[in-house]
Structures are given as structure tokens and as C-alpha cells.
């Protein structure tokens, strides 16, 4: 199976999980899980967030999925419990459906990689 296939496959496969679990079936998008991740990665899931401090938590699940990509580098968590990144390498100039690709494919292994899909 082309590598495109693959990535398609097991994108929806895990939409599809994540939206039955916090979206009460409505499919999430690209922004959607990418909010969830920063969540997580934040740590404090009980709470509201205000509209600044979601902005923030999807530059921090950003930063945690091109950290193994070698763009970011985790550096601190600051007295708040948030992680901050530094900018290893700049990010390639990239059209928006290769952005997306390059965010699926980093989600995608975020979340093989904590055990959520396979």
C-alpha cells in the first residue's frame, strides 16, 4: 500500500476514535486534534480555557509534534506547568495541503507512539 494510503487510512481511523471520544461523534478536524493535543501535552485537562491560552496550547502540541522532526526543541515548563519550545531549524517554506500532510503524518505518530492507534 502507497505510503499516501497508509497515512489516509490511518488518519480516519484516528479521527474517527477521537471524535467518538470528545466530539460526540462530529468529526474533528486538522485544528481539533491538534487543540487535544496541546491539552494533553499541557496536562490540565479539567479546566476552561480562555481564547489566548487555546492559541497557545496548539503552538504547544505543534512544537511537541515537529519536535522529532528537529524544527523545535522542548526547553522549560514554566511556573504555570506550561512547556515552552526553542526553534531548533525553520520550518520549510510549505504549500497548505503539504502542511497538512506534514501534520497528519506527526499526529499520526504521536499518537501510535502513546498507544492510542497502531
Known amino acids: 500500500?502507497?505510503?499516501d494510503e497508509v497515512l489516509k487510512m490511518k488518519w480516519d481511523l484516528?479521527?474517527?476514535?477521537l471524535s467518538n471520544q470528545f466530539a460526540d461523534g462530529d468529526e474533528?478536524?486538522?485544528d481539533g486534534v491538534i487543540y487535544l493535543i496541546g491539552v494533553?501535552?499541557?496536562g490540565q485537562l479539567n479546566r476552561k480555557f480562555k481564547k489566548d491560552e487555546k492559541l497557545n496550547l496548539m503552538?504547544?502540541?505543534i512544537c511537541r509534534l515537529l519536535e522529532p522532526y528537529g524544527y523545535y526543541e522542548f526547553?522549560?515548563?514554566d511556573d504555570d506547568g506550561w512547556p515552552h519550545y526553542t526553534i531548533k531549524e525553520q520550518l520549510p517554506v510549505l504549500k497548505a495541503g503539504e502542511q497538512s500532510v506534514l501534520m497528519k503524518e506527526a499526529i499520526v505518530q504521536y499518537?501510535?507512539?502513546g498507544g492510542y492507534i497502531e
Open 1 to 3: 500500500m502507497a505510503r
Open 14 to 17: 484516528l479521527v474517527t476514535k
Open 28 to 30: 474533528l478536524e486538522l
Open 40 to 42: 494533553q501535552e499541557l
Open 59 to 61: 503552538h504547544i502540541a
Open 75 to 77: 526547553d522549560f515548563f
Open 111 to 113: 499518537f501510535i507512539e
